[in-house]
């Protein structure tokens, strides 16, 4: 039973465009959501996360909201550029724990 | 600092053979994870440890895995015997314990023939 879903295996954006990456989690005891990028041939590198007291986190270029009445996060990437394409993960933090999704990636298109 | 570092980065093996993956976390770091990356299930936690003591293993798959860690710097994760099922990524990570982040290492792509 997957605890944080990413609906959406891959996305194409264009250069300049804004990206929006989504996430669900059915578990409402996690109490930090993070979110990973992954080059090929890499190990994920921490993006950006949020506490679940907030609502919004804003780091340049990269946002994340948490609607925690629907288990609900997004990463929003404004402006999108082809540095960007990657896979990017989901990860929520309970008992101390990260729990990840499967992964969406990412192509930002010249 | 070095970052975490896993040896080998690729190793493929026969079906049958013992197979040992290695990771030393960031000096300091007192928390460490063990990952299996799939197409399938995406990263799923095999088994963490605090302090060198293992707090949970739910995510060992079966018998045939087995992970220790003798000292701070050092742990492995062992498959024996490897079938072609276990064929995968593998990341090891470390973090200071109540750290909300971890720090992960490149992985080691295992294929078992």
């Known amino acids: 039973d997957q605890q944080v879903k990413q609906n959406s295996p891959s996305l194409s954006v264009q250069e300049g465009r804004i990206s929006i990456l989504n996430c669900d989690y059915t578990?409402?005891?996690?109490?930090?959501f993070l979110w990973y990028k992954k080059y090929p041939a890499e190990g994920p590198t921490f993006l950006i996360s949020?506490?679940?007291?907030?609502d919004k986190n804003e780091d340049g270029r990269f946002t994340v909201f948490l609607n925690k009445s629907a288990k609900h996060l997004s990463l929003h990437i404004v402006p999108s550029q082809p540095g960007d394409s990657a896979v990017y993960f989901c990860?929520?933090?309970?008992?101390?724990?990260?729990?990840f999704g499967k992964g969406t990636k990412l192509t930002v298109n010249p | 600092d070095a970052g975490v570092i896993q040896s080998p980065r690729h190793e493929v093996t026969e079906m049958g053979q013992e197979v040992t993956l290695r990771c030393k976390p960031i000096?300091?770091?007192?928390?460490l994870f063990w990952y299996r990356q799939t197409m399938m299930r995406g990263l799923e936690l095999l088994i963490y440890?605090?302090?060198?003591?293992?707090?949970?293993d739910s995510g060992m798959p079966e018998d045939r895995f087995s992970a220790k860690m003798p000292n701070a710097s050092f742990s492995t994760l062992k498959i024996q015997p490897s079938e072609p099922r276990d064929s995968a990524v593998y990341f090891c990570?470390?973090?200071?314990?109540?750290?909300?982040?971890?720090?992960f290492g490149s992985g080691t792509r295992l294929t078992v023939v």
């Open positions: 000096s300091g770091h007192n928390s």
């Open positions: 578990n409402s005891m996690f109490d930090y």
């Open positions: 990860a929520a933090r309970g008992s101390e724990k990260l729990v």
């Open positions: 990570a470390s973090s200071l314990s109540g750290a909300y982040g971890y720090t």
């Open positions: 949020i506490s679940s007291i907030k």
């Open positions: 440890f605090n302090n060198n003591v293992p707090i949970d």
